[in-house]
């Protein structure tokens, strides 16, 4: 497997954006994610979006982080916030998750952001599975979903 970064707007990404929107509206009953997402906030150095591809060159799992400040929507001065993670069905249980987890923490440390936030939902226990075993702890919630009753907040320090 190789992982590359893409910008968000990449037809590969919008694929897999594609695919895992599809993938919260069948947990969820609703239409997916309706979070803002814009490609300029994933490009370095305010973010960065990778997708890892499969020795035919297809695209199979993805993720992206994208600087967050003190706003109304309760982040923090220095987070930078884990979007879009996402594995194809045909290649989960291979590792690719954790591998770019690793990579996206990596460079929004080297960015300078000093904690790493991330909203999942209950309905997602292979993500809070990750999470969990990756460091990640329950924090208060944040952004879009921070009402919400499935949401689930969780943080790393960088």
């Known amino acids: 497997m190789k992982i590359r970064q893409v910008p968000f707007d990449h037809p590969d990404a919008v694929k897999l954006n594609d695919q895992v929107q599809a993938e919260y509206a069948e947990r969820y009953g609703d239409d997916g994610d309706a979070t803002h997402l814009d490609a300029w906030m994933f ?14 060159d297809r695209p ?12 109304a929507e309760a982040y923090s001065d220095g987070d930078a916030e884990l979007k879009r993670m996402y594995v194809v069905p045909e ?31 209950a ?9 969990a075993s990756s460091g ?23």
């Open 60 to 71: 199979v799992a993805t993720g992206g982080w994208r600087t967050q400040d003190e706003n």
């Open 91 to 121: 290649a989960r249980g291979l590792g690719l998750a954790r591998r770019i987890l690793a990579a996206l923490e990596e460079d929004a440390r080297a960015a300078g952001r000093v904690r790493m936030v991330l909203e999942t939902g």
């Open 43 to 56: 490009a370095p150095p305010v973010g960065l979006y990778l997708i890892a591809y499969d020795e035919r």
């Open 136 to 158: 990640y702890a329950p924090c208060a919630k944040f952004g879009y979903y921070r009402f919400h009753d499935l949401s689930l907040c969780y943080a790393k320090a960088l």
């Open 123 to 131: 309905k997602q226990p292979e993500a809070v599975s990750l999470y």
